[in-house]
Structure formats: structure tokens, C-alpha cells
T-cell receptor, first 112, second 117 residues
Framework: DAKTTQPTSMDCAEGRAANLPCNHS???????VYWYRQIHSQGPQYIIH???NNETNEMASLIITEDRKSSTLILPHATLRDTAVYYC?????????????FGKGTKLSVKP | GAVVSQHPSWVICKSGTSVKIECRSL??????MFWYRQFPKQSLMLMAT?????????EQGVEKDKFLINHASLTLSTLTVTSAHPEDSSFYIC?????????????FGPGTRLTVT
């Protein structure tokens, strides 16, 4: 699975959009980009995933560049409850065991 | 969405005793479950992959005789920490493969905090 690179930490004002970048320059054609987050002392929570096209759900939007070498997770209106560590993971589903490899992630602090 | 539970949510045990942690998929069946360990201020580290009806696959450096995994049904996997020592104190998290359709979906439990005294 491709390695991903994320900033160590980011701050965001409550009510503003939080844009979390992820670099996955070695991603292969059949690897998906997954985003999870972990609020302190809880298990990771699935947010969104995508392959090529931009995706949106009730939690967030995922913007994947045309060359798929990077992506951005967007929380449109961040709240204090969105403070968490956000993990970007590139994973090849087809043929693999599907175990997610977690990096260090980005610690997002939403401030009032 | 799919729900995964863990029991207990926290446990304190004495050094040398064994502790069993249960992981259940509540509203779906999971042929594959995963066990992770997370030390303070660190990321999740995969310990083993648990497949229903077969032996677990352990990651390099994880002692299979110390961390016993049993996946006896499609909704339950257990992790037993045998002869626990203070260095085994950690946050243990399980996840279950809830894949449907074309893309992979994995759902996590809330975690179990183990403290060995």
C-alpha cells in the first residue's frame, strides 16, 4: 500500500471549513484513499473514501487531484466535536487482506 | 452504519493474570476482524488479522502465544492477553471487515483500555 504524508497538526476556527491535505504520490491505480478520524480515547471512525472522483457524504467531502497524487478532506463547518486525529490511508482492496495501516495522522484542533 | 462493540471498555488486572477482550459485530457478519494496539500518543499498530474458522495471522514482533486470538463465529472475535505484564498496558482496538459492494469498508470498536499493575 502507498505511503501517505500528512501535516502533523492544524488549527481551525469553529464554523469555518477545515481542509486537511494528504500526499500519496506513489498511489497505484487500484488503491483507494480512505479517511478515518480518532477522537481521544475512542476507536477510529470512518469518514469517507474515494478512488478517482470527488466524494461527498454527510460528514465531509473528499477532493482527489486528477493525477491522484494528493487529496484534501474538507469538513465544511467545523465544530469543537471535530477535534481529533485524522488519518489518510491509501489501500488496495482487491486481493489484499484489507488491513489498514495507520500513519501519524493530522491532529486537528477546532478552536472557538 | 455498521456497529462494532468491545467488552470490557476498560480493565485493570494484576501482573501474571490473563485478560480476555471480546469484539462483536452487532448488525453484520464479519469473516475477518483485526486487532490493533495503541500506546499513548502513538498511532494504531496492527497486531493480528483474525479469520473466522481459521488461525489468526500475526504481525511481525507480536507473540502469538501471548496474544491468543479466537474467531469462533462470524460476529465474535476474542483477544486474550496471557500472563499480562505492565508493558502490555495499552489501548486495544478491534475492527471488522464489513465490506459490501465494490469497495472496502472496515468498522472499528470503541477500544478497551488495559492497565496491568
Amino acid at each position: 500500500d502507498a505511503k501517505t504524508t500528512q501535516p502533523t497538526s492544524m488549527d481551525c476556527a469553529e464554523g469555518r471549513a477545515a481542509n486537511l491535505p494528504c500526499n500519496h504520490s506513489t498511489i497505484s491505480g487500484n488503491e483507494y484513499v480512505y479517511w478515518y478520524r480518532q477522537i481521544h480515547s475512542q476507536g477510529p471512525q470512518y469518514i469517507i473514501h474515494g478512488l478517482k472522483n470527488n466524494e461527498t457524504n454527510e460528514m465531509a467531502s473528499l477532493i482527489i487531484t486528477e493525477d491522484r497524487k494528493s487529496s484534501t478532506l474538507i469538513l465544511p463547518h467545523a465544530t469543537l466535536r471535530d477535534t481529533a486525529v485524522y488519518y489518510c490511508i491509501a489501500m488496495n482492496y482487491g486481493g489484499s487482506q484489507g488491513n489498514l495501516i495507520f500513519g501519524k495522522g493530522t491532529k486537528l484542533s477546532v478552536k472557538p | 452504519g455498521a456497529v462494532v462493540s468491545q467488552h470490557p471498555s476498560w480493565v485493570i488486572c494484576k501482573s501474571g493474570t490473563s485478560v480476555k477482550i471480546e469484539c462483536r459485530s452487532l448488525d453484520f457478519q464479519a469473516t475477518t476482524m483485526f486487532w490493533y494496539r495503541q500506546f499513548p500518543k502513538q498511532s494504531l499498530m496492527l497486531m493480528a488479522t483474525s479469520n473466522e474458522g481459521s488461525k489468526a495471522t500475526y504481525e511481525q514482533g507480536v507473540e502469538k502465544d501471548k496474544f491468543l486470538i479466537n474467531h469462533a463465529s462470524l460476529t465474535l472475535s476474542t483477544l486474550t492477553v496471557t500472563s499480562a505484564h505492565p508493558e502490555d498496558s495499552s489501548f486495544y482496538i478491534c475492527s471488522a471487515d464489513g465490506t459490501s459492494g465494490a469497495s472496502y469498508e472496515q468498522y472499528f470498536g470503541p477500544g478497551t483500555r488495559l492497565t496491568v499493575t
